[in-house]
């Protein structure tokens, strides 16, 4: 009975495991392409901005590209607000 019991247990820590590693996978896939999503925002984004700048004091230059993914939230934030304050006028 307690050979049962423990091929038991050791069955359902092997679903875990594989439902675990499973999940984490697709978390890690999730964040790849978010990544890559906030990377292709972030190049827009500086495009845009440089184009409105055109014939003006440039008021941006770009920076390295950010290694973190918070970074590049970090960044691709900064540059929206600029484009906001561009627009709005408030440069």
Not at 19 to 31: I, T
Not at 71 to 90: D, F, P, R, T
Request: with cysteine; net charge negative.
């Amino acid at each position: 009975v307690m050979a049962d019991e423990l091929t038991n247990i050791r069955a359902n820590l092997q679903r875990q495991n594989r439902d675990a590693q499973s999940a984490l996978q697709d978390l890690l896939s999730e964040r790849e392409q978010f990544r890559h999503e906030m990377s292709t925002t972030q190049k827009l984004l500086e495009d845009l901005l440089v184009s409105l700048q055109w014939g003006r004091q440039q008021t941006y230059a770009p920076a390295p590209h950010p290694c973190t993914t918070t970074e590049l939230v970090a960044a691709n934030l900064k540059l929206a607000k600029a484009i906001i304050s561009h627009l709005i006028g408030n440069t």
